[in-house]
Structures are given as structure tokens and as C-alpha cells.
């Protein structure tokens, strides 16, 4: 069973950058899985970031990028702000459906 | 604007049902499909599946093929989501978004359905 792997978490100074990966448990991701990134805070309901592998949802910030680097689809953050303190999914389409990468719990300090 | 309206909490006992729905606004409701996805306590997004409001076809997660059913009523630009034999397992937060299906993503999320499942 294919299994979406992402980092469980990461840390970043404000004001870094940081990159959150997405991968296969077995093979790569290209943007034929149409990749697409979320971020969800404590009790609140996922915010779309970023789909179909590098275009940014309506009214997200320029500082979130996507990509896809080496084997795995890639979420960039560029001047890392308090409020990016979150968890980011990301989603992978499998052809039969979607499936969600387990999170990355991103902590700014 | 665009808004998806879920129903609010239900509490169930070990082997009921529950039924949430998911009102749409500010959009054409059969131009996009609707896909759901739980959250368990302190756990990650699972996808349970999703429906087409134009049309009802529906494309279920194998592990909830049997025990759910997804319909639309285009009435009143509303989904529902039916999961059955609830156990303790099923205790999470539902979710439906909008599935812009060309691209596999979903752009526009409702905030929530708490269910919980207690004897």
C-alpha cells in the first residue's frame, strides 16, 4: 500500500527558509500526482496553499512556493513569520483518488 | 462568497449512524464536486471520498466503500455524508471542501463536523 511520506516535523528561525518535502513510499512524485499543500492550525479547518505541484491558492502570501526537487514535491516557506507555525499537508492525486502525506508540524523559534 | 455550511456536532452511540451535511453558496453547486475528509483527535487528514454535484457519481476510499454514502440535493445546493456501524474509530472531525477536479485539489473548506462515538 502506497504510503505519502512527509517530514513529522521541522524547525525554522523567523525570518528563514525552510523546505517541507512530500514523497512515495515507492517511487517518485512528478506533477502527474497534481501536488497540492494545506496548512491547518490548532481547531481551525485547512487553508489550501498551493496546488497542481507550484500555483498559490487566491490570497496566499508569495513567500509560499511549490516545486517539485529530485524525487518529491517540495513546500518552500521565504521569510518564515511567527504565524506560519502550523501543520502542513500535503495531498498527492493516485489516479483512483487522493491521498494525504501524515503532516509536518512546522515550529517557528 | 463562496461558503460551505456543515451541521453541528452529533454525538453517537457504537453502531449507529450519523448523517452531516454540507451547505453550499456563492457558487454554481453542480459546476464542482464535493469530497469529504475526517480528522481524528490529534491525528492527520484522511480522505473518505467525494461526489459530483452535477451528476451524483460518487468515488469512495476503499476503506469506507460499504459503510458510506454521499449524496446531493441540488435543491438546496446541500451534501451529505452518511457513514454507518459507527464505532469509537469513527470519533473525528468531518470536513467537506470543494474538489476542483481538473487538479485534484480542494479550494474552499467548511469548518467542521465534530462526531464523536461513546456508549
Known amino acids: 500500500q502506497t504510503v505519502v511520506t512527509q517530514e513529522p516535523s521541522f524547525s525554522v528561525s523567523p525570518g528563514g527558509t525552510v523546505t517541507l518535502t512530500c514523497g512515495l513510499s515507492s517511487g517518485s512524485v512528478s506533477t502527474s500526482y497534481y501536488p497540492s499543500w494545506y496548512q491547518q492550525t490548532p481547531g481551525q479547518a485547512p487553508r489550501t496553499l498551493i496546488y497542481s505541484t507550484n500555483t498559490r491558492s487566491s490570497g496566499v502570501p508569495d513567500r509560499f512556493s511549490g516545486s517539485i526537487l529530485g524525487n518529491k514535491a517540495a513546500l518552500t516557506i521565504t521569510g518564515a513569520q511567527a504565524d506560519d507555525e502550523s501543520d502542513y499537508y500535503c495531498?498527492?492525486?493516485?489516479?483512483?483518488?487522493?491521498?494525504f502525506g501524515g503532516g509536518t508540524k512546522l515550529t517557528v523559534l | 462568497q463562496v461558503q460551505l455550511v456543515q451541521s453541528g456536532a452529533e454525538v453517537k452511540k457504537p453502531g449507529a449512524s450519523v448523517k452531516v451535511s454540507c451547505k453550499a453558496s456563492?457558487?454554481?453547486?453542480?459546476?464542482?464536486?464535493i469530497i469529504w475528509v475526517r480528522q481524528a483527535p490529534g491525528q492527520g487528514l484522511e480522505w473518505m471520498g467525494w461526489?459530483?454535484?452535477?451528476?451524483?457519481?460518487?468515488n469512495y476510499a476503499q476503506k469506507f466503500q460499504g459503510r458510506v454514502t454521499m449524496t446531493t440535493d441540488t435543491s438546496t445546493s446541500t451534501a451529505y455524508m452518511e457513514l454507518r456501524s459507527l464505532t469509537s474509530d469513527d470519533t473525528a472531525v468531518y470536513y467537506c471542501?470543494?474538489?476542483?477536479?481538473?487538479?485534484?485539489?480542494?479550494?474552499?473548506w467548511g469548518k467542521g463536523t465534530t462526531v464523536t462515538v461513546s456508549s
Open positions: 461526489i459530483s454535484a452535477y451528476n451524483g457519481n460518487t
Open positions: 456563492g457558487y454554481t453547486f453542480t459546476s464542482y464536486d
Open positions: 471542501a470543494r474538489l476542483f477536479l481538473y487538479f485534484y485539489y480542494m479550494d474552499v
Open positions: 495531498v498527492l492525486y493516485m489516479g483512483s483518488g487522493i491521498l
